[in-house]
């Protein structure tokens, strides 16, 4: 589960650098981070539920 995780921040920071995320928050770090961190989590607590 904990590399579910990792994968989904992973993925997320990639969409944020690639511009697939308002602008916003590449230029605020704090709430960079934390879109990352909670997003991260969401995702990969989603993807460790359906991959069993």
């Known amino acids: 589960m904990m590399s579910a995780i990792v994968v989904g921040m992973v993925g997320l920071y990639i969409m944020i650098e690639a ?28 993807f460790a539920l359906l991959g069993g």
């Open 19 to 46: 511009g697939m995320v308002p602008n916003i928050l590449r230029y605020i770090s704090p709430v960079r981070i934390a879109a990352i961190a909670v997003g991260g989590t969401i995702f990969g607590v989603g």
